[in-house]
């Protein structure tokens, strides 16, 4: 009971240091300077339009910003992703932000967690696992959007396009930020009785993936491609996605999935997408009720986004020979031909 007395007494006293701006009177006429760090890279849809709804949702307020790119998808060894969140600690300290905007799992496990407490403000997007495994539950400064995967949805779109569709291999790399994800669909997965699931396994390079895509050509009705970015190839260096995907699009002539939209671009079947615009736009209203309305990060409840967009793609639907109906069409986005060849 003392201990938990204590750490309620570092919570508030954290929270009366913080150097929030109390109002909107306050925020008029002054340049914020808002760092954003990005786990991944750009361009690249997923983290450009997290930034863009962001940013959105920041209009009308006077910022100005600053982007650093942790590039951890390219570069996924732990020496990278430590040497990266220490440049952008520098940075902090350097820059001296206003606010911090940090977007996927890799940023808070490897720069934002060191703020906890602290008198910097955060807004993060785009987090897979439990913030409170951060140590974000209760942080003072700290608040953000989840991010979870439409997975039953994504399921019943594909069964919607493939009807036969009864067993599917689940392809993940070797990511911690899959962990969390796969969870969720296996605890899901009850929802679906009428569809087995299997292959759960970590495949760690893309000559394996190769065997594994070939292999299924037999075994699997369909593939959802969940973790395809830390495939290794004979040099021991990640195979960028798209190549992984342009090779599957023309090796494969099984359906498949995933839950983003930029899958979809490079050959994916379909996805109920996760929106990278809400989730920017979501931590973007946080960020501005925080600057702009005094409001302390603690008292914004940290939420997934609940939107979901169906995406197809017509191109891989005509390579497989599949008809898709205009009701499915008509209902999200249609991808018309795959991003490498335009």
Same mark, same amino acid.
């Given at each position: 009971?003392?201990?938990? !007395?204590?750490?309620?007494?570092?919570?508030?006293?954290s929270?009366?240091?913080?150097?929030?701006?109390?109002?909107?009177?306050?925020?008029?006429g002054?340049?914020?300077r808002?760092?954003?760090?990005?786990?991944?890279?750009?361009? @690249?849809?997923?983290?450009?339009? /997290?930034?863009?709804?962001?940013?959105?949702?920041?209009?009308?307020?006077?910022?100005?910003?600053k982007?650093?790119?942790?590039?951890?998808?390219?570069?996924?060894?732990?020496?990278? $992703?430590?040497?990266?969140?220490?440049?952008?600690r520098?940075?902090?300290?350097? @820059?001296?932000p206003?606010?911090?905007?940090?977007?996927?799992?890799?940023?808070q496990?490897?720069?934002?967690?060191h703020?906890?407490?602290?008198?910097?403000?955060?807004?993060?997007?785009?987090?897979?696992?439990?913030?409170?495994k951060y140590?974000?539950?209760?942080?003072?400064n700290?608040?953000?959007?989840?991010?979870?995967?439409h997975?039953?949805?994504s399921v019943r779109?594909?069964?919607?396009?493939v009807?036969?569709?009864?067993?599917?291999?689940?392809?993940?790399?070797?990511?911690?930020?899959w962990?969390?994800v796969?969870?969720?669909? $296996?605890?899901?997965?009850? /929802?679906?009785?009428?569809?087995?699931?299997?292959?759960?396994?970590?495949?760690?390079?893309?000559?394996?993936?190769?065997?594994?895509? $070939?292999?299924? /050509?037999?075994?699997?009705d369909a593939?959802?491609?969940i973790? *395809?970015?830390?495939?290794?190839?004979?040099?021991?260096? %990640?195979?960028p996605?798209? !190549?992984?995907? /342009?090779?599957?699009?023309?090796?494969?002539?099984?359906?498949?999935?995933?839950?983003?939209?930029?899958?979809?671009?490079y050959?994916?079947?379909?996805?109920v %997408?996760?929106?990278?615009?809400?989730?920017?736009l979501?931590?973007?209203?946080m960020?501005?009720? *925080?600057?702009?309305?005094?409001?302390?990060?603690?008292? *914004?409840?940290?939420?997934?986004t609940?939107?979901?967009?169906?995406?197809?793609?017509?191109?891989?639907?005509?390579?497989?020979?599949?008809?898709? $109906?205009s009701?499915?069409?008509?209902?999200?986005?249609?991808?018309?031909?795959f991003? @490498?060849?335009?």
């Amino acid at each position: 009971m003392v201990r938990k !007395t204590i750490i309620r007494l570092v919570a508030v006293v954290s929270i009366l240091l913080l150097p929030a701006v109390s109002s909107a009177a306050d925020v008029k006429g002054k340049k914020l300077r808002i760092l954003h760090v990005m786990s991944y890279h750009s361009p @690249w849809r997923w983290t450009d339009g /997290q930034f863009d709804g962001f940013k959105e949702a920041l209009t009308g307020l006077d910022v100005e910003y600053k982007v650093f790119q942790m590039d951890t998808k390219r570069n996924s060894s732990e020496e990278a $992703k430590n040497k990266a969140g220490a440049a952008a600690r520098a940075l902090v300290e350097s @820059w001296k932000p206003d606010l911090v905007y940090t977007s996927d799992d890799d940023a808070q496990i490897y720069f934002a967690r060191h703020y906890v407490g602290s008198r910097i403000l955060f807004v993060f997007s785009g987090v897979n696992e439990d913030p409170a495994k951060y140590g974000f539950s209760g942080s003072p400064n700290i608040t953000g959007v989840l991010e979870q995967e439409h997975f039953v949805e994504s399921v019943r779109l594909l069964k919607e396009i493939v009807p036969n569709v009864k067993r599917i291999a689940v392809i993940v790399d070797g990511d911690p930020m899959w962990i969390p994800v796969l969870r969720r669909m $296996k605890e899901k997965a009850a /929802q679906l009785p009428d569809v087995e699931f299997f292959d759960w396994d970590v495949i760690r390079t893309f000559k394996e993936y190769q065997d594994r895509i $070939k292999s299924y /050509q037999k075994r699997a009705d369909a593939v959802a491609l969940i973790g *395809i970015f830390t495939f290794k190839d004979e040099a021991g260096k %990640n195979v960028p996605y798209q !190549t992984v995907l /342009q090779w599957t699009a023309e090796n494969s002539r099984l359906p498949d999935f995933s839950f983003w939209s930029d899958r979809v671009h490079y050959g994916t079947l379909c996805a109920v %997408n996760v929106s990278e615009r809400e989730q920017g736009l979501a931590a973007g209203r946080m960020a501005r009720s *925080i600057l702009a309305e005094g409001k302390s990060p603690s008292s *914004i409840p940290m939420s997934p986004t609940t939107k979901g967009i169906p995406v197809v793609s017509l191109a891989r639907a005509k390579t497989l020979g599949i008809k898709v $109906k205009s009701g499915i069409l008509l209902s999200g986005e249609v991808i018309r031909e795959f991003d @490498w060849k335009k």
